[in-house]
């Protein structure tokens, strides 16, 4: 039966437990960065500026690279803030724009940033995921997808000088060069009507090499499929846990299918509401679940107290 280990602690102490080459797949969002305080001591994302931001999840993830068996990979969920400039409120430096949209909706614990930051004017958008994508790649992860989540459903906001957010990022991560990456899994179908022509049997593009297909569909009809895009329709869902960040189930299964096989290992050192536990366990995997907050017991009903063992 798929267990799913469940610990309280600081990510970075706990997989300093955790034995090396142990893990197959991270599939994890880190609290944004100047967006909320969740109301626990020592949180990531309430840090001054986005350096110590970007530079203490950096050093979490390479704990996470450890961890990692060598053909393993790293889908890292993040989303972005807004500079603004003025007296200070709160303690907290960043999120800007949102902050306050969160706050207007009832978040009371959100942080909007009402200080001035080095290097970024107010209204700044702050380019929090790359900076952090930027970094991780510096420090020896191989950069492999940046993939956008693209929300149909986004969060209203009041902006009349810029479009509304509706993205995120997800980047995909390896150790190494060559890892493990099931693209089958992920395939998306093909539509009937493509207007460019597509459908016809024995397509390849102009230039192609008839000798490969590169992943994609040679028949783009009913049951065809084609290889994953970059660009990822997932809506956010409510959860009735009122969780403030929790990552929707669709978005957890496809990283967890296209980076493991039944019985991996799945790693999320940011668990939350569980979200990624529960979805590992589902496909037959094993979890291992990190949090800070002490109170379990919404990952312990989401992912079903008989598949939980409680770290001591």
């Known amino acids: 039966m798929s267990r799913a280990a469940l610990y309280v602690g600081d990510a970075l102490e706990v997989l ?9 797949c991270c599939v994890t969002s880190p609290p944004y960065w100047g967006l909320r305080d969740y109301g626990v001591e020592g949180q990531l994302g309430l840090e001054h500026t986005p350096q110590e931001y970007v530079e203490k999840l950096v050093a979490m993830l390479r704990e996470v690279l450890r961890v990692l068996r ?37 978040h009371t614990n959100t942080q909007p940033n009402r200080m001035p930051l080095p290097g970024l004017k107010p209204k700044d958008l702050v380019g929090i995921p790359w900076r952090v994508a930027f970094a991780l790649q510096a420090d020896g992860w191989y950069l492999r997808s940046d993939i956008i989540w693209s929300k149909p459903n986004p969060m209203p906001e009041s ?3 810029r479009p509304t957010k509706a993205h995120e990022y997800v980047f995909l991560f390896s150790k190494s060069q060559r890892y493990f990456y099931d693209a089958d899994a ?7 009507d493509d207007k460019r022509g597509k459908q016809r049997i024995g397509y390849k593009g102009r230039g192609a090499d008839k000798s490969r297909n590169d992943g994609e569909a040679d028949f783009f009809g009913q049951g065809a499929t084609r290889n ?9 869902r409510p959860y009735s846990g009122a969780h403030f960040a929790t990552m929707p189930s669709e978005l957890a299964s496809r990283c967890i299918k296209a980076g493991s ?9 940011f668990g939350g509401s569980g979200t990624t536990a529960a ?30 063992d409680v770290a001591s």
């Open 159 to 161: 902006v009349t000088d």
């Open 70 to 106: 060598d053909d393993g990979t790293l889908w890292l969920v993040l989303g972005d803030s807004y500079a603004t400039g003025g007296g200070a409120v709160g303690r907290c430096l960043g999120g800007g724009e949102q902050g306050e949209r969160f706050l207007r909706q009832g």
């Open 186 to 192: 992920v395939a998306e179908e093909t539509a009937m």
């Open 16 to 24: 300093r437990t955790l034995p090396d080459e142990s893990v197959q």
């Open 261 to 269: 096989k039944s019985m991996d290992t799945i790693l999320d050192p």
């Open 228 to 236: 994953a895009r970059t660009v990822w329709d997932i809506a956010t």
């Open 279 to 308: 979805v590992a366990t589902g496909l037959g995997r094993k979890a291992i679940h990190i949090d800070l907050d002490p109170d379990l017991s919404l990952a312990i009903e989401r992912i079903g107290p008989l598949l939980v």
